[in-house]
């Protein structure tokens, strides 16, 4: 039995919490997805786990039919449920993170289910 936990990433939050998409400039590239924690009162960031994007098996959007800021992510030995600051930052993020997926991976690439077409650069997302 797994315990999820679903984390704020807002900057009204007091312990903040964030995502980083990072690709490497050196060959061979390699894609990252960070998950940090800014602690009160703290001005850095501490890294809290850390895949490579080949690891990402499926992104959820939960609701392709309203704007919503939730999202899940699975991973080869983890998922994460986390709440963007705006449905807009989740599918900026969403934007990125599937191109990224594009250019980069060239086997197995994530599936991206339960996401608005916009997304996915006007394509329907299987759901």
């Known amino acids: 039995k797994h315990h ?6 807002s900057l009204q939050s007091t312990n903040l919490s964030g995502l980083f998409l990072a690709v490497t400039n050196k060959k061979p590239t ?22 490579m994007l080949e690891q990402l ?37 969403f ?3 599937h191109h990224t997926c594009q250019r980069y991976l060239t086997d197995r690439k994530p599936e991206f ?3 608005q077409s916009k997304i996915m650069g006007g394509e329907w997302a299987p759901v």
């Open 4 to 9: 999820q936990v679903r984390e704020q990433h």
């Open 30 to 51: 390699q894609a990252s997805i960070t998950k940090v924690k800014q602690f009160e009162g703290s001005t850095s960031f501490v890294r809290r786990s850390q895949w």
């Open 57 to 93: 098996r499926q992104v959820n959007g939960i609701d392709p039919n309203r704007d919503s800021a939730e999202f899940d992510l699975l991973f080869e030995n983890a998922f994460d449920q986390w709440v963007a600051s705006t449905a807009s930052e989740k599918c900026t993020f």
């Open 95 to 97: 934007q990125i993170l």
């Open 113 to 115: 289910i339960n996401c």
